[in-house]
């Protein structure tokens, strides 16, 4: 079946530093992977996605890239500030199909 | 992007009665909706697959008849927890998927729901 692994967290840094979260994946066919993330009692955002290999997905200063020969699709982001505290969902779906979730990975940037 | 709006964000309701959650996407039409359930800090649990017209499925451990799912149109879906107890207590969450094109394939989230049953 389908899964997605991501790093546990808790995730601590401060302000400015550099973010990765790692997330990899096993699917049967050419699935599209997402990051989702989820600030403190809300709901789930879309934060980027790429739809095959070699795609490189972008938005509020985080990116993604698509690894199909190793399988993953890791979140980095360059400077962090206090208000990307949040917890992120790595996932997957093929066409049609629901959404595989990794477990999350929870960051806490310090002032 | 697209935008999934679920209603009442925060619920109390008394043990024993039904509460009704709705979730709506606002500015597209989703064929599928699927509901999920999320406790502190973990990630979320899927309820179902709403699609509209037809029956939700439901995953494996989930009741169907204490856990109703109606989509009825291409922009609604509601869930509603029938004689609700505080072990239902939760976060619940709706997303819907774009219709269109399988490979658009997007699924979007709306707010999430708290329900306490007290």
């Known amino acids: 079946g389908n899964s997605v692994t991501q790093m546990e967290g808790p995730v601590t840094l401060s302000e400015e530093a550099f973010l990765t979260i790692n997330c990899t994946y096993t699917?049967?066919?050419?699935?599209?992977l997402f990051w989702y993330v989820q600030y403190p009692g809300e709901g789930l955002q879309l934060l980027l996605k790429?739809?095959?290999?070699?795609d490189k997905g972008s938005n509020k200063g985080f990116e993604a890239t698509y690894r199909k020969e190793t399988t993953s699709f890791h979140l980095e982001k360059g400077s962090v500030q206090v208000s990307d505290s949040a917890v992120y969902f790595c996932?997957?779906?093929?066409?049609?199909?629901?959404?595989?979730f990794g477990g999350g990975t929870r960051v806490l940037v310090k002032p | 992007g697209a935008v999934v709006s679920q209603h009442p964000s925060r619920v109390i309701c008394k043990s024993g009665t039904s509460v009704k959650i709705e979730c709506r996407s606002l500015d597209f039409q989703a064929t599928t909706m699927f509901w999920y359930r999320q406790f502190p800090k973990q990630s979320l649990m899927l309820m179902a697959t709403s699609n509209e017209g037809s029956k939700a499925t439901y995953e494996q451990g989930v009741e169907k008849d204490k856990f109703l799912i109606n989509h009825a149109s291409l922009t609604l879906s509601t869930l509603t927890v029938t004689s609700a107890h505080p072990e239902d207590s939760s976060f619940y969450i709706c997303?819907?998927?774009?219709?269109?094109?399988?490979?658009?394939?997007?699924?979007?989230f709306g707010e999430g729901s708290w329900l306490t049953v007290v």
């Open positions: 790429a739809t095959k290999a070699d």
């Open positions: 996932a997957l779906s093929l066409p049609g199909d629901k959404l595989t």
């Open positions: 997303s819907a998927r774009e219709t269109g094109s399988i490979w658009g394939n997007t699924i979007y």
């Open positions: 699917a049967t066919g050419y699935p599209s």
